[in-house]
């Protein structure tokens, strides 16, 4: 049986009441690629933040890390810690998205069962359909929903491969990075520019036999951070070392990025990361808006798989086929 379609009345009083089954539905929304419900999306958007110009902020965290690193397990950890901390947690896990059947790994819910089950948790796996614009419209608005339904830390965790770290970074106000210890070349193991945007780093599985290879690794990307321009003035990136399946760690790590946050906040910098942030989404939407409209343009849904088939078969170079479009589009 079908469910009842909801009003942009009921969306936004069931979002801001705190109403899950609401909040997931409105998730939803902004998430589906449909005209309608885009238009609908962004209306609801709005009336949630008018509804919440005076509202506390809510901080933003992103957490990456190599693949085996333990990212859900450390979201756990986290989460379980701040929920004693008496915060409640959103977690938006941006979920890869196979390129050959379209569908999403959407396992989070089953890997971090524990904090699922807490009432001042919510879990969201969002497929980012292979796109980092897909990451960024629909991560950008589901933040803004979670927030308006009264979630004060939102938790991004990224798939940890590619280039959507980049773009996590620039819509959270805390930028985490996971790491492993006794996996080989320490430095050599993460891309250099993803720990350039690390507020902090943390050795992840500092239990057992591994604790003194943990602190090895430690000492080493303390060091080479040294050499590195933080993200933040009056900020060093620390390098801590936690267990997230021990639980140790968890409270230090969170202390650092509380203290963060006051640095920025007396600096003037929160509000003024913040203000940025807005105007790159702008842009960034205005960008992703203009290539949808290039796409569907009539005077160009002809033309264009010619134009890719020139490309790809090497007749015709990439330069020039995107010269062609755009002389097509300002033709018209």
Not at 303 to 324: C, H, K, N, S, Y
Request: proline share 4%.
């Amino acid at each position: 049986m079908a469910r009842a379609a909801l009003t942009l009345d009921d969306y936004a009083s069931g979002v801001l009441s705190g109403d899950r089954a609401t909040l997931g539905r409105a998730l939803t929304l902004v998430e589906s690629d449909l005209p309608a419900h885009q238009e609908q999306a962004q209306e609801l958007l709005l009336r949630l933040a008018q509804a919440r110009r005076d509202a506390p902020l809510a901080f933003r965290v992103g957490i990456t890390g190599v693949p085996g690193v333990g990212k859900s397990t450390f979201i756990e950890a986290l989460g379980m810690h701040l929920l004693k901390e008496e915060h409640r947690v959103a977690v938006l896990a941006v979920d890869p998205t196979s390129t050959l059947s379209g569908g999403s790994i959407l396992g989070d819910k089953t890997r971090m069962e524990r904090l699922a089950q807490e009432e001042g948790a919510f879990i969201r796996p969002s497929p980012s359909r292979g796109s980092l614009g897909g990451v960024t419209r629909k991560t950008r608005e589901s933040i803004l929903i979670c927030e308006a339904a009264g979630f004060d830390v939102v938790l991004v965790e990224t798939v940890g491969v590619g280039q959507s770290e980049t773009v996590v970074a620039e819509m959270v106000d805390f930028f985490l990075v996971l790491l492993l210890a006794g996996a080989g070349d320490e430095l050599q193991g993460i891309k250099r520019g993803i720990v350039e945007l690390a507020d902090l780093l943390a050795i992840n599985k500092a239990d057992g036999d591994n604790r003194t290879a943990a602190e090895r690794a430690r000492q080493d990307y303390a060091a080479a951070l040294h050499y590195l321009r933080p993200t933040t003035t009056d900020w060093q990136p620390p390098v801590l070392t936690c267990s997230a399946t021990e639980g140790t760690g968890i409270a230090a790590i969170w202390a650092a990025v509380e203290e963060h946050r006051e640095i920025l906040e007396e600096s003037g910098e929160f509000a003024a990361r913040r203000r940025r942030q807005q105007l790159g989404w702008m842009w960034s939407m205005v960008e992703d808006q203009l290539l949808q409209r290039v796409r569907r343009h009539p005077a160009l849904v002809e033309a264009l798989p010619e134009i890719e088939r020139q490309v790809e078969a090497g007749t015709l170079p990439a330069t020039l086929a995107a010269r062609r479009i755009l002389a097509r589009l300002t033709a018209l």
